[in-house]
């Protein structure tokens, strides 16, 4: 199995800043990419952004130029730094993981449980 612990969200007013992190473990051999989701209510789940085990990011371009996207591949950890956040920066945020279980494996994806991000006006 694999566990994704998911932090940092919270209640934050517009202009201001958080920071996201997401910890996997759990039966996982190598880890090929990381990112971070969000869904607002009444809308679909959209990437923000992702992060490769070669350190290439994509970012959605609504957030382009105020969150960044890290990693500590020692402790398979993802953070996003979350800058001038807007009101419809508001949405919760799941964390997502492609891994490896094994040499032999296929990759596999799993999904964190979300954390809320309340951004006010």
């Known amino acids: 199995q694999v566990q994704l612990v998911e932090s940092g969200g919270g209640l934050v007013q517009a202009g201001g800043s958080l920071r996201l992190s997401c910890a996997a473990s759990?039966?996982?051999?190598?880890?090929?990419?990381m990112g971070w989701y969000r869904q607002a209510p009444g809308k679909q789940r959209e990437l923000v952004a992702d992060?490769?085990?070669?350190?290439?990011?994509n970012y959605a371009d609504s957030v382009k130029g105020r969150f960044t996207i890290s990693r500590d591949s020692a402790k398979n950890t993802v953070y996003l730094q979350m800058n001038s956040l807007k009101p419809e920066d508001t949405a919760v945020y799941y964390c997502?993981?492609?891994?490896?279980?094994?040499?032999?494996?296929?990759?596999?994806?799993?999904w964190g449980q979300g954390t809320q991000v309340t951004v006010s006006s």
């Open positions: 997502a993981v492609v891994y490896i279980m094994t040499p032999l494996s296929v990759p596999s994806n799993y």
């Open positions: 759990g039966s996982i051999f190598s880890i090929n990419a």
């Open positions: 992060i490769t085990s070669d350190d290439r990011t």
